[in-house]
């Protein structure tokens, strides 16, 4: 027995060693066949969608030359691969490998498929050449789970390392100058390449350092380099007998960030003239117990009312069973969602009243307005039309949301508060700008639509889905008209408007909507504020900061 556990443990130690050697590089090259002449550059250690490529870019080839080092020519190797998309075929040299490997992010993100190389596949002293046709790039959030590795499949030696490390544990630096560590450990002579970029993809500092056998820390000093506020982006590479490296992100003094984009002219008489409108439409509230969502503590309902447009609107309420008036949550959903999983909310025990909103469009709201979510999908719906853009009723149905918890006897109105993130971020700033002193608090997650034009030019893939909205519908205006409209839907002009204590919460590899663009609309604030950074987390919110979002309105409300 004691035999069998000390080789399952070497077996374990040879496999997380080998998986180092990886013979194949990290940069590839990745073209569309619907644009076969453009070649992305693709780093596995970066997500998709950074990159400026997603799923709508169709089917396509990655691909790169590699060499095999000297201690493998000789031994079988074994490809692995784990890519976020569909995987239809590999070759290298030309030579049939293996394929069929569907798109598995949501449900085995790690999965590896592994192919034994056939002999003779390989140049064991020249050039070779992969090349993977694939389709449906996954969604990611902004972490990449991408792996392709050509590892020795039977041979054991000690392999490089490396990892970016920050003394903060936020990776906020607010007062002491930006520094990171790089932790390496190299067992030959080899290189370590050092590239730090900006949100907005530009190059702030590329260095090659040359390493020998050793297990050291580089400590580099930023206060030269990263003189601005914002977030940079941190990625090492070392090259010694295989390929390995790793990305971290810092964030540099966040809140001197300053948006470029001016707030139109007329966007506060835009939206007051809105608002009239919507004042005009007869809310005819109504709501019925609903025994599924009725349990424990709290009794649910499912509410109705009428917004902008005359546009039936719905959500799931939940109030205490016991008399008395209470604190409200307003919960606002993100792009897509539609509160389907209501757990949290029926199994809820803390004396709140929460409504959890489904906007036009979106869950038991899509009956009567559903655009979908591809194109032009909500955001794309009439994009070139200032009064019938989906955006400007959505905004007005989280209003009327607030009107409904103001009629209800159990409200406690100087405790209504509003919460979301992603769309919900941006819907949660819109709400309670508008409503101005009615609600108390409010907490965002990384927000969306907001300070738009430096959002555009961070996760650059957004002009596509800009053009493909505007092709849609035969090109009605000029890409720069459209973004005219989309200014007045930008959250990021609500946030001086709003007259309460505010909770912001970021995910420094967002790419769905960068913390910077969160920055922008959280430093106009003007009222109280506070803020928490996530140094791994993507707009996924892996460690849970949408959570985290109520617990802080809780708290607020003495909860």
């Known amino acids: 027995m004691k035999h069998t556990l000390l080789t399952l443990l070497l077996l374990l130690f040879i496999t997380l060693q080998s998986f180092s050697q990886n013979q194949l590089p990290l940069d590839w090259t990745l073209t569309f066949d619907s644009a076969p002449a453009e070649q992305h550059k693709i780093n596995l250690l970066l997500s998709w969608e950074r990159q400026g490529v997603f799923d709508q870019d169709g089917k396509g080839c990655l691909s790169c030359n590699f060499s095999v080092n000297a201690p493998y020519r000789n031994e079988p190797l074994v490809l692995k691969v784990g890519l976020q998309c569909n995987v239809e075929k590999i070759f290298i040299n030309d030579i049939y490998i293996g394929g069929n490997i569907p798109e598995h992010f949501w449900s085995q993100r790690n999965r590896i498929s592994e192919y034994i190389l056939p002999k003779g596949c390989l140049k064991r002293s020249g050039k070779n050449h992969i090349r993977i046709y694939l389709s449906a790039l996954s969604y990611t959030g902004g972490i990449s789970h991408n792996s392709c590795t050509l590892t020795p499949q039977n041979i054991y030696k000690p392999t ?48 090659t350092f040359k390493v020998s056998p050793h297990d050291s820390v580089l ?21 010694e007998n295989g390929n390995t490296g790793d990305v971290e992100w810092l964030a540099y003094r966040p809140e001197q960030i300053k948006c ?28 019925h117990k609903d025994e599924k969502l009725s349990r424990g503590k709290r009794d649910g309902y499912v509410v109705e009312m009428q917004s902008l447009g005359n546009i039936t609107i ?83 149905d989280c209003v009327r949301a607030i009107d409904f918890l103001y009629s209800r006897l159990e409200t406690d109105t100087a405790r209504v508060g509003v919460c979301g ?27 969306f639509l907001c300070d738009l034009h430096d959002f555009f030019n961070i996760r650059t893939l957004c002009k596509k889905q800009i053009i493909g909205f505007l092709n849609h519908y035969n090109n009605p205006c000029s890409y720069e008209e459209a973004l005219a409209i989309q200014e007045l839907i930008d959250t990021k002009g609500f946030a001086s408007w709003i007259t309460c204590p505010v909770y912001f919460t970021t995910a420094l590899f967002d790419d769905d909507c960068p913390p910077h663009v969160g920055f922008a609309a959280y430093n106009s604030i003007t009222t109280p504020k506070e803020f928490r950074i996530y140094p791994h987390d993507s707009h996924l919110g892996e460690s849970g900061p949408y959570g985290a979002l109520s617990e802080w309105l809780k708290k607020k409300f003495g909860l």
């Open 260 to 287: 470029t984009q001016h707030t139109p002219e007329d966007f506060r008489a835009f939206w007051q003239s809105t608002l009239s409108e919507l004042k005009k439409v007869n809310p005819q509230f109504r709501m």
């Open 314 to 396: 719905r959500g799931y309420y939940f109030k205490p069973r016991k008399a008395g008036r209470f604190p409200v949550i307003l919960h606002v959903p993100g792009y897509g969602q539609g509160f389907e999983n209501q757990d949290n909310l029926i199994n809820g025990s803390d004396d709140v009243t929460e409504l959890a909103l489904c906007v036009r469009g979106h869950g038991i709201s899509a009956d009567v307005f559903n655009p979908g979510f591809g194109i032009p999908g909500i955001w794309g719906y009439k994009l070139n039309n200032r009064e019938e853009n989906a955006y400007r009723g959505i905004y007005m």
């Open 160 to 207: 490089p390392e490396v990892s970016i490390r920050m003394l903060p544990t936020d990776h906020l630096f607010t007062t002491s100058a930006p520094a990171i560590n790089v932790h390496y450990k190299v067992i030959a002579k080899g290189t370590l390449h050092l590239q730090i970029n900006n949100a907005f993809h530009r190059r702030i500092l590329d260095r």
């Open 421 to 447: 993130g992603s769309q919900g971020g941006g819907l949660t700033l819109a709400t309670a700008g508008l409503c101005g002193k009615r609600i108390a608090a409010c907490a965002y997650f990384d927000p």
């Open 219 to 239: 400590n580099i000093n930023l206060k030269k380099e990263l003189p601005d506020p914002g977030f940079y982006e941190c990625i090492a590479q070392v090259t």
